[in-house]
């Protein structure tokens, strides 16, 4: 904590309450830049009150001295650190509560201080309990100082004890009564202290204060361990993973509990067991609360509708191995291979920092519709479902191998060599109960008994006409095909059958296409589009060189592009290096740059935004919620739909609808969630995964998930299965048939663009009744969250050889002027470099291309400064977007067929933006049937 002595540092106190520890002595050349004026090293503390903040909103600086900053006006004041001792009657002892909302200077035990300084504990004169205890110095034992020291219990279950002076700490600012805060600890050296005077001194161990560090970290751990939201986080998410996806509250509060005391006391008709060790976050007694719960245990709770979890696809494939004894040939060890493509899991190989799949992802249907969550479906993508089918075919006609698209890791003719990895060993115990025990084996025993006796059905068939052996496979086959295998809960099936959906019929009307490519991360697009020369107010080129440091890009390698009209800073700018084709692009006025685009509910200054004035998006600067809201351009709000299913909702909902489609190329796409039109998903890489086994197979899958489902995992499962399946079949034959005029590169990236121009000209083969009138399409690009290098170059190049084959095969199909493509990403990045890369930014720079674009201009308004001080930015270089992803998703609805009194419903923040919004006269040359 800081110290009442002669020197007399000074705090800067910003707007929002933060202040700056500031240094009025040493010269900048001798003080760390934490301690400099307006270095934007700030931090919070905790007022008296927040009407007492000094600030220079009202005029309240008082005998301080106002600063200008690019945050506002600060308040730099002198300051006076105060100390009290608050308890100091000895016949009374405060309680817990009174002591931890008063005392906030830790002490060390007090036998720790011995010899030097020696404390008594609880002299005579001394009220104590059992629970506190007081120390006073042995030299005044009967008095309750400022050194006196309480020791009270652990904070949490089994943790240590704690140890807290007898002193309350203020830092008051002179003048201003009322205007102080509690004087925060503090483990790193403050004024005065610091080892390393000048940032040439060697960086080591003995410097650099690392034993402070740790302690300093340690605290932090223990702070967010202890939190009160860790247990309740904690004990939803392992509910979640292994027994029910949307956990009662009384549910997660019994596993909380046993993690909070680190008890859980298991009760049984004969007799009692205490379980844990009772400190807090003991995880057995945490996994055995959830375990033994009456909710994970008690068979009523299956005829809840809402009740269970899918099965993670790794988790299903070694349960299949363990289960059917797969047995390893020649002593090898298991290993599957690529996997992460196959099935969309692979150990070790995890897509993102948030796994594999997203704990809130709903799947669409009952489950959405319900307000549900289905974390692991959003793996069930009909590559992934026809991967693990294909895979499950495989290990059981061969054994664990590669062939026919298995999961191993080889693929050789005999199924006796060194190749294959091993076979399944497991053989019934009674052959008359061979579907009993595999239902046993493979679902827990819940298997439906019509789907049980189908699967008896077949099984028969199969024995007489092929053998014991090709009658087992098929048993087991078809097992591993039923929901209950795929989801925990039980299924009743009900008599109704799921009946397909009939298709909106092709009025003729003249195709077009929307191509979203998501650009997921956080692209570091003002490397993508950078100031260069005529620049009349400035050299805005030394300027960006000097914020991005050692992320700015030579003006030599940049690619320049004229800007007309003086509507930019700059008359020419710079393109990355690698994106030649958004160049070509531009220059053919086939292509243009939205500059300084981004999520935004309402348009606001950088003042509105230090001062809570206006609404901003949800969890700005956060991966998952930026990605939602560039995906639902609804930034207000996590839960709403995809805008571009809003876009084909809007069409379907239309006196005569459009013949529409949706595909994604690369999983589960937000942009696409929402509409009453399922979308397609293709594999990145392969497209579509043709369907391993006959057609009796199939049909046999077919009757065993034909019927409605009570259970909504069950009946989520079967949809998805079928629609999978008769998508795969429909697309397959076509589709591999289908060439192109342009090669590809073999990118994944490409290889989606690849697969998108197959679609469209297997889907508009004709600008008659029978074709698509609209598709929409979704690629990805990721790795873009480059906190670690400024070098985009794999990235982009990827994004430029893919862009450019399927321009030029949009036009060899003359279909270009029909498309229209757009980038995306989760934001942008900050200017400011973090050492080796870029943070989480805002605003960012994106480009649309398409044959009746209207290129070669940048739209939007590129910002004028990326100084700390420009009217932008908010710290850091996070840039405040002047654009919203409404301003181009607007224009883009309405070239699609989007009727203008519809536009409200598929933008619902539209009319907050008056002035920000290009319509399709701005964005493209004419207007397409």
Not at 90 to 114: Q, R
Not at 593 to 613: M, Q, R
Request: aromatic share 8%.
């Amino acid at each position: 904590a800081w110290t009442n002595t002669t020197c007399s540092p000074q705090i800067q106190i910003y707007n929002d309450g933060s202040i700056g520890l500031v240094d009025p002595i040493s010269s900048d050349s001798n003080k760390l830049w934490p301690q400099m004026l307006s270095s934007e090293a700030t931090f919070s503390v905790q007022w008296n009150t927040s009407d007492a903040i000094p600030n220079n909103l009202n005029n309240q600086c008082g005998g301080c001295t106002v600063v200008e900053t690019f945050r506002g006006d600060t308040c730099l004041c002198d300051i006076q650190v105060t100390e009290e001792t608050p308890f100091t009657d000895a016949g009374v002892i405060p309680s817990v509560a009174d002591l931890t909302t008063t005392l906030f200077v830790g002490a060390l035990p007090p036998t720790m201080y011995s010899p030097e300084i020696e404390y008594v504990e609880c002299a005579t004169s001394i009220a104590c309990t059992s629970t506190i205890r007081v120390h006073t110095l042995a030299s005044r034992p009967s008095t309750l100082a400022i050194d006196s020291i309480y020791e009270l219990p652990p904070t949490v279950a089994g943790g240590p004890k704690r140890f807290l002076f007898n002193r309350l700490s203020e830092v008051h600012v002179p003048g201003l009564p009322g205007a102080f805060f509690r004087n925060p600890p503090s483990f790193m050296p403050s004024l005065g202290e610091n080892i390393v005077s000048n940032i040439d001194d060697t960086w080591n161990s003995a410097n650099q204060w690392d034993v402070e560090a740790g302690y300093e970290v340690e605290a932090l751990i223990d702070h967010l361990f202890e939190h009160n939201n860790t247990a309740p986080f904690v004990a939803k998410r392992i509910i979640q993973q292994m027994v029910t996806s949307n956990p009662t509250p009384d549910f997660v509060t019994r596993v909380v509990k046993a993690f909070k005391t680190g008890v859980y006391n298991f009760i049984s008709p004969t007799d009692a067991v205490t379980i844990g060790s009772g400190k807090y976050g003991d995880l057995s007694a945490t996994v055995c609360a959830m375990l033994l719960d009456k909710e994970a245990r008690t068979s009523e709770y299956d005829a809840d509708p809402t009740f269970g979890h899918a099965f993670e696809t790794i988790v299903k494939t070694i349960g299949v191995l363990r289960a059917l004894k797969w047995k390893a040939s020649f002593g090898q060890h298991l290993y599957l291979e690529d996997t992460i493509e196959k099935i969309g899991m692979e150990p070790y190989a995890s897509p993102t920092v948030f796994g594999f799949y997203r704990p809130e992802y709903t799947a669409a249907g009952s489950i959405r519709d319900r307000g549900l969550v289905s974390p692991e479906m959003q793996l069930f993508t009909a590559p992934h479902i026809i991967g693990f089918h294909n895979g499950m075919a495989s290990l059981l006609n061969k054994g664990l191998s590669s062939c026919k698209r298995g999961l191993g890791a080889t693929c050789t003719q005999s199924m006796q060599s060194e190749g294959y990895q091993g076979f399944l060993q497991w053989s019934p115990t009674d052959t008359t109960q061979i579907i009993d025990e595999l239902a046993l084996l493979l679902t827990q025993d819940r298997l439906h008994p019509v789907a049980r006796k189908q699967i008896e059905n077949a099984y028969a068939n199969e024995l007489s006409s092929s053998g014991p052996e090709e009658a087992l496979k098929l048993a087991q086959m078809l097992v591993l095909s039923t929901p209950e295998f795929h989801v925990s809960s039980v299924n009743p099936i009900e008599a109704q059958v799921h009946k397909k959906e009939p298709e909106t019929q092709s009025h003729g009307r003249r195709f077009k296409a929307i191509v979203v490519l998501f650009m997921e991360g956080g692209c570091d697009s003002f490397n993508v589009l950078v100031p260069h020369s005529q620049c009349p107010a400035k050299d805005y080129y030394a300027e960006y060189a000097r914020v991005r440091t050692n992320g700015a890009i030579k003006a030599e390698q940049l690619l320049p592009i004229t800007v007309p009209n003086a509507s930019q800073p700059c008359g020419t700018f710079g393109i990355h290096q690698n994106l030649d084709v958004y160049k070509e692009l531009y220059d053919l006025k086939e292509g243009a740059f939205i500059a300084n685009i981004g999520a935004l509910v309402e348009p606001v200054t950088k003042e509105e935004y230090f001062n809570n004035l206006k609404k901003l998006p949800v969890s700005l600067f956060a991966h998952n919620t930026m990605q939602t809201s560039a995906s639902t351009v609804v930034a207000q709000d996590v839960n709403t739909d995809g805008v571009v299913a809003r876009i084909l909702e809007a069409l379907q909902n239309q006196s005569v609808p459009y013949k529409s489609e949706m595909y994604s190329t690369d999983g589960q796409q937000r942009l696409l969630y929402g509409s009453s039109q399922e979308y397609t998903i293709l594999h990145r890489s392969q497209g579509v995964i043709p369907v391993e086994g006959d057609a009796s197979l199939l049909e046999h899958i077919r009757a065993l998930n034909s019927n409605k489902s009570q259970s909504l995992f069950g009946e989520t499962f079967s949809k998805t299965m079928m629609s999978s399946i008769e998508k795969t079949i429909a697309l397959q034959d076509e589709f591999e048939q289908t060439t192109l005029e342009t090669t590809f590169e073999d990118d994944k990236l490409s290889s989606q663009f690849k697969h998108v121009s197959k679609l469209i000209k297997m889907r508009t083969n004709s600008d008659t009744e029978e074709g698509l009138e609209r598709g929409v399409f979704v690629v990805k690009r990721n790795n873009f969250d480059t906190h670690n290098t400024w070098d985009m170059s794999p990235m982009l190049s990827d994004v430029n050889q893919g862009l450019r084959s399927f321009v030029s095969e949009m036009k060899a199909q003359n279909r270009w002027e029909d498309t229209v493509v757009v980038t995306v990403s989760d934001f942008g990045r900050t200017l400011t470099s973090n050492g080796k890369g870029s943070d989480h930014g805002w605003a960012g720079n994106h480009f649309i291309a398409g044959g009746h674009v209207k290129g070669g201009t940048m739209y939007g308004k590129f910002p004028d400064s990326m100084e700390a001080d420009g009217e932008l930015n908010i710290g850091r270089g996070r840039l405040i977007p002047t654009t919203p992803w409404e301003g181009v998703w607007a224009g883009i609805a309405e070239w699609f067929g989007v009727l203008p009194e519809q536009l409200q419903d598929v933008l619902p923040n539209l009319q907050n933006f008056p002035n920000e919004i290009l319509t399709q006269d701005e964005l493209f040359r004419t207007q397409l049937d």
